[in-house]
């Protein structure tokens, strides 16, 4: 199983909220390109945010975050692109995005002008 430590851990957590749409992009990468994943739910329902959340972005304090080896990524399409970057350059798994410049320019448009 991928992205996991040399005790069997999860070396990859998502926090986020089931029905939040700018961690649903992250969540299908990672199924996607086949990364195995810890997932911790942040109700966003209670007002105040979780210390986990806090302390993992805690600029804006919003999911999702993916945490990678206890560093986080924030902000969906920054998350899309870490995913593509870090297990694409692995060689493991095919890409989220095209090879082409041109062409990963128009794969962006729908996601950065629908939910950015
Ligand atoms: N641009 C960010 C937006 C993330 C965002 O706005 N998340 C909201 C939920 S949709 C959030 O966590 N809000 C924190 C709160 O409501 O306290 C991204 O793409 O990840």
Redesign the pocket.
């Known amino acids: 199983m991928k992205a996991m430590d040399a005790a069997g851990k999860s070396s990859v957590t998502c926090v986020d ?1 089931w029905a ?1 749409g ?1 961690g649903m992009r992250m969540r299908i990468a990672l199924r996607e390109v086949g990364v195995a994943f810890e997932y911790v739910e942040e109700d ?1 329902r209670v007002c105040e ?1 979780s210390e986990l959340v806090r302390r993992m972005n805690p600029v804006h ?4 975050i993916l945490i990678h080896r206890g560093r986080p990524v924030c ?3 920054n998350i899309l692109e870490y995913i593509d970057e870090v297990w694409s350059a692995l060689g493991e798994t095919r890409r989220l995005l095209p090879g082409d410049p041109a062409d990963r320019a128009d794969a962006r448009v729908f996601p950065v002008t629908t ?2």
């Open positions: 909220f939040n700018f966003l945010r304090r919003s999911v999702p902000g969906s399409l939910l950015n």
